[in-house]
């Protein structure tokens, strides 16, 4: 797996070795790609094959493979932080998140809108845009179905 190999360059230029639990959580994300774990339910994935594997010991994973740039912390304001895998090495714009606040179902969304702005912001103010992040708080279309809404 191309992806993978990369990783484990990204561990190796970082002086990190490969133990199986955190191959095991590198390999979880690889699997799920748009998806936004939250460590308890990368802890409770990762515990069907090491059982004793502690919370403190996923905290630790995610935070060394956040600090390599292998996975991204997103935060979508309920309390826990989300971890999704990041396989750019180049200096692209990620995408995009819309977050229902009902259910909590978060969709990504890959259009980039936002450069008209960003040379705006360069022509006005000087300053160059090397990335954003954007994120749309709002009802799912299942949500809106189920209350009756539009959509």
């Not at 959580?25 to 515990?47: M, N, T």
């Not at 996975?71 to 999704?84: P, V």
């Not at 229902?100 to 006005?124: A, I, N, T, Y």
């Amino acid at each position: 797996m191309a992806q993978l190999s990369s990783v484990y360059r990204r561990l190796e230029e970082g002086s990190k070795r490969l133990t199986p639990q955190r191959e095991l959580i590198i390999k979880l994300f690889l699997e799920r790609p748009g998806q936004h774990l939250s460590a308890e339910e990368v802890h409770q994935l990762v515990k069907n094959e090491f059982r004793d594997i502690g919370m403190a010991t996923v905290y630790r994973t995610l935070e060394m493979l956040t600090q390599l740039d292998v996975l991204q912390q997103i935060h979508f304001n309920d309390g826990r932080a989300r971890y999704e895998i990041n396989l750019e090495t180049t200096n692209v714009h990620r995408h995009h998140h819309m977050v229902c606040l009902r259910c909590g179902r978060v969709e990504e969304f890959q259009e980039d809108l936002l450069e008209q702005l960003e040379d705006r912001v360069l022509k006005d103010r000087g300053f160059r845009v090397v990335d954003h992040e954007l994120k749309f708080y709002g009802t799912c279309r299942q949500c809106e179905r189920k209350q009756g809404g539009r959509s």
